[in-house]
């Protein structure tokens, strides 16, 4: 299909978006600017959801001057307001720009979402992403309330007292959490929240924030459930669903790491009553010690989160407490040692991820640290205050391109894996 400049979109104060004859969408990677067309978007995914963006102007490009332009008021209503408009796309989609906007003075930071560019081309919504993951995990197309709710009530049988059990209806119904959901209906990943505490401090922690103008998005678990709540949960999920996946380290707790006096016996007992499943476990892999235990006690995979692979820009986002970036290597070399199957969550922010000097450091570490998967997935903080924290640490140079960064990597590794989400033990 020839490349076809897509129509910019904005919002009015009243919330209503609209697009703007005479003017193409454009997409941003820190302070880069992209016009939007049909060959760098897609047609926008089921479930995505759409955002207006305060204290912002959007920046367009103007068809007959061929300029980019900072609107200020609404063409078709001088003196009125005009606001950016982005995407907060479906999981499996990472995103390749991010809305194009230039701050107000005094702008306020944006809440914890990732802000995708959308435009408009023959009747339909357009949106600068990439698909990484086939999967249907979290289609909500599929995840109907009244096939929660029966779930619900049908679990709650089976486990009345379950603390955990409660806690976990309460993410799948009051925060819609597609994998609190997914345990309820019988699906794919089960969720095992268990640590009140965490070791980081991350800029875009989402459940928890101190001493910030953002609010995180969600509560974060309040007590410590017992190794049989844990493994009551896990045992369940893993006895009725095929290819099962039961996961430590979601965003209602802290790192889990920190909560291995429970888990570790929750593994073993897990492991007591069956083989089958996929124990994993979402870290920030600060203690590589305790890390090897729960390997040792049955644990099948791990996820590490990075937004880096450079020290100076992982503990600037994660801003790490008793542990180093050493720690979180050597977290990651004793998996490949043991033939863990290892991920790494690697938080995307187009205009940084994409970098010549983030590339760099990408390829270098996976030629020293073959990990076996890549989950892409989108840093949820503001895209523009993101890229000034890095650029104060470093140097970033004009981006290659999200899917460039993704072609270069499957021809330079081609046994590593790209997704979204955390595989069964059957496809390792």
Excluded at 11 to 32: C, H, P, R, T, W
Excluded at 339 to 365: M, Q
Excluded at 391 to 408: A, D, F, R
Aim: aromatic share 10%; charged share 25%; net charge positive.
């Amino acid at each position: 299909m020839k490349n076809i400049l897509i129509t910019a979109v904005v919002a009015d104060k009243e919330g209503k978006i609209f697009e703007l004859e005479g003017y193409a969408a454009v997409g941003m990677s820190a302070d880069n600017f992209t016009a939007l067309s049909t060959g760098n978007t897609i047609n926008m995914p089921y479930g995505g959801e759409f955002m207006l963006l305060p204290d912002r102007r959007p920046v367009v490009f103007n068809l007959k001057t061929k300029r980019l332009e900072t609107l200020k008021e609404n063409p078709y209503s001088p003196g009125d307001p005009v606001f950016p408009v982005a995407a907060f796309n479906s999981p499996g989609y990472v995103i390749s720009h991010v809305s194009a906007y230039r701050e107000k003075q005094a702008a306020k930071q944006l809440p914890l979402f990732s802000y995708g560019a959308i435009g408009w081309y023959k009747g339909g919504f357009r949106t600068a992403v990439i698909l990484v993951d086939e999967e249907k995990r979290q289609d909500l197309r599929l995840m109907p309330l009244e096939k929660v709710i029966a779930g619900v009530r049908s679990i709650k049988k089976k486990m009345p007292n379950n603390r955990l059990c409660d806690h976990i209806e309460n993410c799948a119904l009051k925060y819609g959490c597609p994998a609190a959901k997914n345990f309820f209906l019988g699906r794919y990943e089960a969720p095992l929240p268990t640590s009140k505490n965490c070791n980081a401090r991350c800029i875009g922690c989402i459940s928890l924030q101190r001493d910030s103008e953002i609010r995180n998005s969600q509560d974060r678990i309040s007590f410590t459930p017992s190794p049989v709540e844990i493994a009551e949960i896990a045992l369940e999920h893993i006895g009725r669903v095929k290819r099962s996946v039961v996961s430590f380290g979601q965003g209602c707790e802290g790192d889990p790491l920190l909560a291995a006096h429970v888990i570790e016996p929750a593994i073993k007992l897990i492991r007591s009553k069956t083989g089958s499943g996929t124990i994993n476990m979402n870290t920030n892999g600060s203690l590589p010690e305790i890390m090897e235990r729960l390997f040792d006690a049955g644990l099948d995979s791990i996820r590490i989160s990075m937004n880096s692979v450079r020290e100076k820009c992982y503990d600037a986002y994660f801003r790490p407490r008793g542990y180093g970036f050493s720690d979180v290597i050597k977290s990651i070399d004793k998996a490949l040692d043991k033939k863990i199957f290892v991920s790494i969550n690697y938080l995307n922010c187009p205009g940084f991820t994409d970098s010549s000097e983030e590339k760099r450091a990408l390829f270098s570490f996976l030629k020293t640290h073959p990990v076996n998967f890549l989950q892409w997935r989108n840093l949820n903080f503001d895209p523009l205050r993101y890229c000034k924290i890095m650029s104060g640490i470093t140097l970033i140079s004009e981006p290659v391109g999200i899917s460039e960064v993704l072609s270069m990597i499957r021809k330079e590794f081609p046994d590593l894996k790209h997704g979204y989400f955390n595989p069964p033990k059957e496809i390792f």
